[in-house]
């Protein structure tokens, strides 16, 4: 892994883990659904700028690939499910064992990508699942 990939996967990961804890404290005052509408209000909010910079381009690659279409709507549908569940969970128990349960999906990956995205199964990269998936249970008991 090179420096960039791996300075993006740093930020990557502080701001899913500071994201978790906005979440907890959100829900100290709005229940899972409230939250989860006002967090989809506030997403539709900071991507209209988003839209409004990167249109054309977005419009011409979604034009030119009309597969992604299918794919990102897919994407956005089960993310959003997922974050709805995963307010849902948290609001009834605590962060500190709801965020480390959560992310246990990189075995849903893992069995995904080698099934169906044609990538090599390798003993590593199942060792190295199992392992993660063993320390996040440990750490959620």
Do not use: H, Q
């Not at 034009?63 to 569940?85: A, E, Q, R």
Request: charged letters at 10%; one cysteine or more.
């Amino acid at each position: 892994m090179n420096i960039e990939t791996g300075i993006y996967l740093l930020i990557a990961i502080m701001c899913w883990g500071l994201g978790a804890v906005f979440d907890k404290l959100t829900l100290r005052y709005l229940d899972a659904v409230s939250a989860f509408y006002g967090r989809a209000l506030m997403m539709i909010l900071f991507f209209v700028i988003l839209i409004a910079t990167g249109f054309s381009r977005t419009l011409n690659a979604l034009k030119n690939n009309p597969k992604s279409v299918i794919y990102l709507s897919l994407s956005v549908i089960v993310t959003m499910l997922g974050v709805f569940t995963y307010l849902k969970a948290m609001s009834f128990e605590e962060a500190s064992k709801i965020v480390p349960l959560s992310s246990i999906y990189p075995l849903v990956t893992f069995i995904i990508a080698v099934l169906f995205l044609g990538e090599s199964f390798t003993p590593a990269k199942l060792i190295g699942t199992l392992l993660i998936i063993s320390g996040i249970y440990f750490i959620s008991k």
